[in-house]
C-alpha cells in the first residue's frame, strides 16, 4: 500500500514563539478540575468522532499490542496536519510514551515523527535509524528522513534516502521524494516533471493532495502563475482539510494581491496559528476590523510558546512582527533564529525579507550562499538578493 504522503508534511511551520520583551500574561487557572477550557471541535455523531472513539477503546483494550497503539497515535497525527490543533500531537505523545513494550519499527517512526514536531530533528533521525535496523524495508523511516534533511538542506543524505525508496518499489513515494530534492538543490524543471509522473502513479487522495501542492509551489517559483493556481485549485478541490495546503495557498494568493480571498479563505482558522498568522497579514492589508483582535491574538500565543521554551513557529512569527507589527530588528532576529534549525525555501524568504526592510545584508549571507551554490530559481527570491545588495 502506497504510504500517505502526509508523512512530508513535516510542516515545520506549525511551531511557535514569542520575539517581542513584552510582559506575558499570568496563566489561567480553572476553579475546578471539572471546568470545560475548551471544546474540540469533533461532535460525537460525526464519522471522524465515531472512527477516534473505536482506536483509543481498541488501544485500551489492547495496551502491549504495538499495531493498535500505532494506528491510534497515526490517527492524532493526520488530525493535527488537518486542524494544525498541536493537542493531537500531545495525546500522539502521550500514547507512546505509555507503551511499555519494545517499540515496534513503526511505532519507532511515529516517535520520531512527533519528535521532529518539537525541531529534534537529531533525536527523530536516531529513532527513525532505529526502526530502519529492525526493518530495512520499512519506507516511512526513509521517507521521514528525507524530509528531515530537506528541511536541513543536506540535499545529499536526501537524494539516498530517496534511492532508498526507489529500491523498494515505492516508485510514487519515491518520485516524490527525488521531485522535491531536484526543485529545492535548483533544478526546478525537473523536480516538477518528477512530481508530475509521482501524481500520475499516485492512488490515494492523500498522496495526490500533498503532490499537487508541492507542484503549485514549485511553478510559483518559476514564476508560472497560471499553471500554480490550477494545481491549488485541484488540491482544494479534494475536499480535504489540510493545513499546509492552506498555508502554501495563501501565501501564492498574498504574493499576487490577493489578501481579501485570504480573509475569506481562513476566516473560521483561527485555531492554527500559522494560518492566524497568514489571516492577519490579510485583514491588516485590508483594513480589517478584526484584525487588531487577532494581533492581541496572536501575540498572547507566542508569548505563551515562548513561555514553555516552544520556538517551532520562528518563520510565522518573524512574518508576524515584520508585516503587521512593522518591527523589522525583531522580525530579523526570529527569522536567523529559524534559519538556523530549519532551511526550506520558505524559511529563506522570510530570512530574505525581514534583512531587506532591516537593511542588514550580512544577516542574510547564508541565503544568499545557498542560492548561489544551489542556483535555487525562486524568482522573487532571487529579486530580493538584488535588493540585499
Request: proline share 4%; glycine share 6%; aromatic share 8%.
Amino acid at each position: 500500500m502506497l504510504m500517505r504522503l502526509t508523512v512530508w508534511m513535516w510542516s515545520a511551520a506549525l511551531a511557535g514563539g514569542l520575539a517581542s520583551q513584552g510582559a506575558i500574561a499570568a496563566p489561567f487557572v480553572p476553579a475546578s478540575d471539572n471546568q470545560v477550557l475548551q471544546k474540540l471541535p469533533a461532535r460525537a455523531a460525526d464519522p471522524a468522532a465515531q472512527e477516534l472513539a473505536t482506536l483509543r477503546s481498541s488501544a485500551r483494550q489492547r495496551p502491549k499490542d504495538p499495531d493498535t497503539q500505532a494506528a491510534l497515535v497515526q490517527r492524532y497525527v493526520d488530525l493535527a496536519n488537518a486542524q494544525g490543533d498541536p493537542r493531537y500531537i500531545g495525546y500522539a505523545d502521550a500514547v507512546v510514551s505509555a507503551f511499555a513494550g519494545p517499540l515496534s519499527p513503526e511505532l519507532l517512526t511515529l516517535k520520531g515523527v512527533l519528535r521532529q514536531y518539537r525541531h529534534d530533528f537529531q533525536g527523530a533521525l536516531q529513532d527513525f535509524a532505529q526502526a530502519l535496523t529492525l526493518d530495512p524495508s520499512y519506507a516511512q523511516a526513509h521517507a521521514w528522513r528525507g524530509a528531515i534533511y530537506l528541511v536541513q538542506a543536506d540535499y545529499s543524505a536526501a537524494r539516498k534516502e530517496c534511492s532508498a525508496l526507489e529500491q523498494l518499489g515505492r516508485d510514487a513515494l519515491h518520485g516524490a521524494c527525488q521531485g522535491l530534492t531536484q526543485s529545492y538543490s535548483g533544478d526546478l524543471s525537473a523536480g516538477y516533471e518528477t512530481l508530475r509522473q509521482a501524481l500520475a502513479q499516485a492512488r490515494s487522495t492523500a498522496s495526490q493532495l500533498w503532490l499537487l501542492t508541492r507542484m503549485g509551489e514549485v511553478a510559483a517559483w518559476q514564476g508560472r502563475t497560471a499553471d500554480a493556481r490550477q494545481h491549488y485549485h485541484q488540491a482544494l478541490a479534494l475536499g480535504q482539510d489540510d493545513i499546509y495546503l492552506l498555508a502554501a495557498w495563501s501565501d501564492f494568493l498574498l504574493d499576487n494581491g490577493q489578501a481579501a480571498d485570504v480573509v475569506k479563505l481562513l476566516s473560521s482558522w483561527e485555531s492554527a496559528d500559522s494560518l492566524l498568522v497568514r489571516l492577519t497579514i490579510a485583514e491588516t492589508l485590508t483594513s480589517s476590523p478584526k484584525a487588531a483582535g487577532h494581533v492581541k491574538m496572536l501575540a498572547d500565543r507566542f508569548a505563551a510558546a515562548r513561555a514553555r521554551g516552544d520556538t517551532t513557529h520562528l518563520a510565522e512569527e518573524s512574518r508576524f512582527e515584520l508585516q503587521v507589527r512593522k518591527d523589522a530588528p525583531t522580525a530579523l532576529r526570529l527569522a536567523q533564529e529559524n534559519y538556523a534549525y530549519q532551511r526550506e525555501p520558505r524559511d529563506a524568504r522570510v530570512l530574505l525579507e525581514a534583512a531587506v526592510v532591516a537593511r542588514q545584508a550580512p544577516a542574510a549571507q547564508p541565503v544568499v550562499d545557498w542560492l548561489s551554490a544551489s542556483n535555487f530559481g525562486d524568482l522573487r527570491m532571487k529579486q530580493l538578493a538584488k535588493e540585499l545588495k
